[in-house]
């Protein structure tokens, strides 16, 4: 890759429960670097159509790009991330399940989180309990900042959770992996076992579940960091 190739384009993919509004701090800090962010908006009504909302943005860069996913935005990101557009990936205390494997098979052997519950409705969607919102999602964050992400919480297709990915993207593009310590969405050793096996650079942020609002800083430089070193991968 020439010096005309330097990555320049970031992706953003939010979670469950969630909408792309809370990238807003990690979208102004990139813009300011000199990147051009795309924030995906995930319909959550199955794996399927979020990697193909994915898809259709990664579709729109002029170039290479770093694909960046929250959460179940994770698993999206794994499946999504082959396209021919992505030089590298990045996990913000976000699943990575291997080819073949559900996101809900990430859970198998790990601790329960009391905190993190979900309500599902008849239909088979879920939201985050309300009483255990904050708690659960987003400790460190301000009650006023708590209670709007509450009450914009998008609902997620439970049945998503037990479908398989076909790719798992890590396998063959640079990753590197922010992981909030004091998330109460995800057992902590789940979070590094995943990690761990996709090979990614490891970065800790003392934060919660939202921590792609709260210590938006922080992930952004992750963000920044890994266009920089997946262009030199891919020179």
């Known amino acids: 890759m020439g010096i005309d ?7 953003l993919v939010h979670g469950a429960f969630a909408d792309g509004s809370g990238w807003r701090g990690v979208y102004d800090d990139l813009t300011a670097r ?11 009504t199955s794996l399927e159509d979020d990697v193909a ?5 990664l ?5 290479p790009a770093v694909l960046v996913g929250h959460s179940w935005g994770g698993t999206v990101i794994t499946e999504a991330g082959v ?3 992505v030089a590298g990936l990045v996990y913000v205390s976000a699943l990575a399940p291997d080819a073949g494997q559900t996101t809900a098979q990430q859970y198998e052997g790990f601790a329960a989180t009391p905190e993190f519950v979900i309500d599902v409705a008849e239909d088979g969607f879920g939201f985050l309990n309300p009483e255990k919102f904050k708690a659960g999602f987003a400790a460190d964050a301000s009650d006023a900042d708590a209670a709007f ?6 609902p997620i297709n439970m049945a998503a959770f037990a479908v398989p990915v076909k790719n798992a993207a890590w396998r063959d593009k640079p990753t590197w992996a922010v992981i909030a310590t004091e998330d109460k969405s995800f057992d902590q ?3 590094l076992h ?12 003392d934060a919660s579940h939202a921590l792609f609002i709260t210590q938006a800083g922080v992930v952004a430089g992750v963000i920044d960091e890994a266009a920089k070193g997946a262009s030199r991968t891919e020179r």
Do not use: C, F, S, W
């Open 189 to 191: 050793a789940m979070l």
């Open 194 to 205: 995943m990690a761990t096996r996709a090979g990614a650079k490891i970065t800790t942020v």
């Open 5 to 11: 190739q330097e990555i320049k384009n970031v992706v």
């Open 149 to 154: 992400l509450r009450d914009t919480q998008i």
């Open 59 to 63: 579709d729109r860069q002029d170039g």
């Open 34 to 44: 000199g990147y051009r962010v795309t924030i995906v908006q995930n319909p959550l």
């Open 53 to 57: 909302a994915t898809t259709r943005v």
């Open 83 to 85: 396209h021919p557009n």
